[in-house]
């Protein structure tokens, strides 16, 4: 493929994860796979105020991952 031929090529979108607008998934969009620096902005917010959470099991109260002594 001939690099002139590159610039003619579909280019692959993604939903936005914060608005559901097209964003383009190519290292020219810079927030990516968000389509704009507000929804990434929007987004980090919220993991920032712990609207988002990563599901996990409690530590044990002695601090021993496995509950046993």
Aim: aromatic content about 8%; proline content about 12%; charged content about 30%.
């Amino acid at each position: 493929m001939a690099p002139e031929d590159k610039d003619d090529a579909p280019r692959r979108t993604v939903k936005c994860p914060q608005c559901g607008q097209a964003a383009i998934w190519a290292p020219e969009n810079r927030w990516r796979p968000f389509c704009s620096e507000r929804c990434r902005q929007i987004d980090l917010g919220a993991w920032a105020s712990d609207q988002y959470r990563v599901a996990g099991s409690e530590p044990a109260p002695d601090g021993d991952p496995e509950g046993q002594a």
